[in-house]
Nanobody, 123 residues
């Protein structure tokens, strides 16, 4: 697999979780990476992205203040930290990769996708 997500699991409301997206066969500095989530019965939602151009980030309104996306080019990994977890954060989280630069970073039309990692927030 080109993208593999990890770090999900059962977490308590109010806590934090850090998800990781590991790239293999792709060089991270060449790709824009975005995080998406999908809850049962809902559309896939872009929550955060980090551009290949200058490392600039973009967040969905629902993710501002609590989500932080970062990357480590040397490790070929991208991270998504979620703080102050809420029940509505429960979803499968996916990372996507492609060559887009700065536009449509949260649009779910990425070329490459991981298999997802489940985050379940318990109250």
């Amino acid at each position: 697999a080109l993208l593999v997500e990890s770090g999900g699991g059962l977490v308590q409301a109010g806590g934090s979780v850090t998800l990781a997206c590991t790239l293999s066969g792709l060089t991270l500095r060449d790709y824009t990476i975005a995080w998406f989530r999908q809850a049962p019965g809902k559309a896939r939602e872009g929550v955060a992205a980090i551009s290949r151009v200058d490392g600039s980030t973009e967040y969905a309104d629902s993710a501002k203040d609590r989500f932080t996306v970062s990357k480590d080019n040397a490790k070929n990994m991208v991270y998504l930290r979620i703080d102050s977890l809420k029940s509505e954060d429960s979803a499968v989280y996916y990372c996507g990769a492609d060559l887009r630069a700065r536009s449509y970073l949260l649009h779910p039309t990425y070329r490459y996708w991981g298999q997802g990692t489940q985050v379940t927030v318990s109250s």
